[in-house]
């Protein structure tokens, strides 16, 4: 398959992600299906997206005439069946459990094409181990987006062991059509932007516990020291706490340098207080 022949892209889970994978890839000109296992969910998603381009052309960074169009490539559906049909490439965008991503794979496969891409848009776990156990496993890569989707330039590409050099290359034109500035890391933990990114996020949670210094100093210190868009505490809000709790504890058991990634206390304190971020409404910051 060649990039030219994506047509069709079924996006597998409506949620944070998943419906903004949707919107660049109908946007981008790909005929769309965005899925999730119950109507109200795929409806929230879609409302999500035509939120996202109202707020595009408020701004002025989308046309009356792009909005259309997006909304026009999109699809919503209930029915896994009818969403990967005909696909071209289908990304999941489910929660970071390894079984669940196989399952669901196992499930796409039986009704996609054998030249169908099968991206996972999984920000730790093994694309290796996600494809082990589908019939043709050289067509499962990596495709990490980051939040918000529609925002945020970077497209992460994660080869596994027998992901083949065609597919890569497929992606990464589908990507550059996105608008992505795509990077490609080999398949292990973290990849490059989970493991870098995640050590700073967990030692800034930890300076907080110790009470160094507020979440919002510690968050104006990397801002205006180190230049970062946004702070390591506020990103954690926005990825969400209980996702980066999971990444925290898969970094911790699968490399040697394990204890960079020790999840703090503080970190399990306040997930399991419901505090996830700003989808729970508080984390570090209230939303």
């Known amino acids: 398959m060649t990039a030219s022949a994506i047509s069709t892209v079924a996006v597998i889970g409506a949620g944070t992600m998943g419906h903004g994978i949707a919107q660049v890839a109908a946007a981008a000109g790909f005929q769309t299906r965005l899925y999730d296992v119950r109507t109200d969910l795929v409806e929230a998603g879609l409302t999500k997206i035509r939120a996202n381009l109202d707020g595009g052309v408020a701004k002025g960074k989308v046309t009356e005439d792009q909005r259309t169009a997006t909304l026009a490539a999109l699809r919503g559906e209930s029915d896994l069946e009818a969403a990967v049909t005909g696909a071209d490439l289908v990304v999941e965008a489910v929660p970071e459990k390894l079984a669940l991503k196989q399952e669901l794979f196992t499930k796409v496969a039986a009704h996609v094409a054998t030249t169908a891409v099968l991206a996972t848009n999984t920000s730790s776990l093994s694309v290796t181990a996600i494809a082990a156990g589908l019939p043709?496993?050289?067509?499962?890569?990596?495709?990490?987006?980051?939040?918000?989707?529609?925002?945020?330039?970077?497209?992460?590409?994660?080869?596994?062991?027998?992901?083949?050099?065609?597919?890569?290359a497929t992606v990464q034109a589908w990507g550059a059509k996105l608008g992505k500035d795509c990077i490609v890391v080999r398949d292990s933990p973290g990849f490059a932007t989970s493991r870098l990114g995640l050590v700073i996020g967990l030692e800034a949670i930890r300076m907080v516990e110790e009470k160094v210094a507020s979440a919002e100093d510690i968050d104006k210190a990397m801002c205006l020291g180190y230049g970062f868009p946004m702070g390591p505490l506020k990103l954690t809000d926005l990825v969400g706490l209980d996702v980066r709790l999971n990444i925290a504890e898969y970094l911790a058991a699968n490399l040697q340098q394990g204890d960079h990634f020790r999840p703090p206390a503080l970190l399990r304190e306040m997930v399991a207080a419901g505090k996830l971020g700003k989808k729970s409404g508080e984390g570090f910051y209230k939303w």
């Open 136 to 168: 043709h496993p050289e067509r499962v890569i990596g495709t990490h987006f980051f939040n918000p989707v529609h925002v945020m330039k970077l497209l992460e590409i994660v080869v596994g062991q027998q992901t083949s050099p065609e597919v890569l």
